[in-house]
């Protein structure tokens, strides 16, 4: 085996977002996706697969919405395991068929995730995370007195409901992950993040919050003592001055040279941002490990030291 590597797929791996998101059109860029991680397995790299799902949770969200008169809505939690469901069962699905295509004897399994978070967390008191549709402002303000949702302003383009996004603490599966994993099967696991759940007298309780994806993989990478984080986005590098006249891509660089740069202001919150932290406590939580920040096309290469930005311990 030549390492265990966590791979964190961006929202373009799962859906083109020039496309109306049918069914068809997903699993048409899923399929293709599931064909690059196939490479990574075939080239000897233990797998372990996990997602975004914002534009798939926010869809679902609306769905049950729209639809609340007829059947009631899914609180977000739910919503968040439906989408875990629905992109786990698309990777899942045509990773089987590459496999068959590319004689690769893998068996693959989607494990609904459990995030435990703190409910002490001090993201929960200034959610920033905007989910689901715009509402008017009338529609806001009753959503505001009737069911306690904080509701923001969105540049201009209506209100919508903000949640927090706290901390990855714990992996509810993990021992199951492990025994998946040690047994050869790829896992997907971890989808949106987790569903965030807090612990309360003993039992677990779903949260309406969003756990960042990149952040949770990490932690993900952590406990399953992988070798590689490598963050799958948009971009093939992170870059400094990104989109200015000075831009200027990152190659390999040190967690403290790349902090400098995330104190700097270079990352956009929201995007680039959370997977630069989440490469920086990779590198540093064991001598050895890297992360990569790369794009689908090019994790094959950037795995064989070719490209990416690769964030190293020292
Ligand atoms: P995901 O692939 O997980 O869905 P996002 O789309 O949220 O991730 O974030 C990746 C995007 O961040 C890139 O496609 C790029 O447009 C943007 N970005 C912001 N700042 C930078 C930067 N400094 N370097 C590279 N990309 C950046
Ligand atoms: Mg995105």
């Given at each position: 085996m030549k390492g265990k590597v966590v791979i964190a797929l961006g929202g373009n791996a799962l859906q083109?977002?020039?496309?109306?998101?049918?069914a068809e059109s997903q699993l048409n860029t899923v399929r293709k996706t599931a064909s690059y991680i196939a490479d990574i397995i075939k080239e000897g790299y233990s797998v372990i697969v996990t997602h975004g799902n914002g534009p798939q949770v926010g869809n679902i969200v609306i769905q049950n919405e729209t639809a609340s008169n007829i059947i009631p809505a899914m609180p977000f939690d739910v919503c968040g395991a439906e989408s875990q469901g629905m992109i786990g069962y698309m990777i899942q699905q045509c990773l089987g068929e590459v496999f068959k295509e590319k004689n690769i004897q893998k068996d693959v399994a989607t494990i609904v995730t459990q995030v435990v978070v703190d409910?002490?967390?001090?993201?929960f008191s200034h959610p920033t995370k905007p989910i689901g549709p715009f509402y008017s402002k009338e529609d806001a303000e009753l959503l505001e007195k009737e069911k306690g949702y904080q509701m923001v302003e969105d540049s201009g383009r209506g209100y919508r409901r903000v949640v927090a996004s706290p901390e990855p603490k714990e992996i509810v599966e993990l021992n199951t992950i492990k025994l998946l994993e040690r047994n050869g099967v790829v896992v997907i696991t971890a989808g949106g993040g987790g569903i965030p759940v807090v612990r309360e007298n003993g039992s677990l309780k779903g949260v309406a919050a969003v756990i960042d994806k990149d952040l949770a993989s990490e932690k993900l990478a952590e406990d399953l003592d992988a070798d590689i984080l490598l963050i799958l986005t948009a971009v093939e590098k992170a870059y400094i001055?990104?989109?200015?006249?000075d831009e200027k891509p990152l190659d390999v660089i040190s967690s403290y040279d790349i902090e400098k740069y995330l104190n700097e202001g270079h990352f956009a919150e929201g995007s680039m941002m959370p997977k630069v932290k989440a490469a920086i406590r990779f590198a540093r939580s064991r001598k050895g490990r890297r992360a990569i920040i790369t794009s689908l096309e090019k994790a094959h290469d950037a795995l064989s030291g070719n490209t990416g930005t690769v964030v190293v311990d020292d």
């Open positions: 083109d977002k020039d496309m109306v998101p049918t409910k002490d967390d001090a993201a001055n990104y989109k200015k006249p």
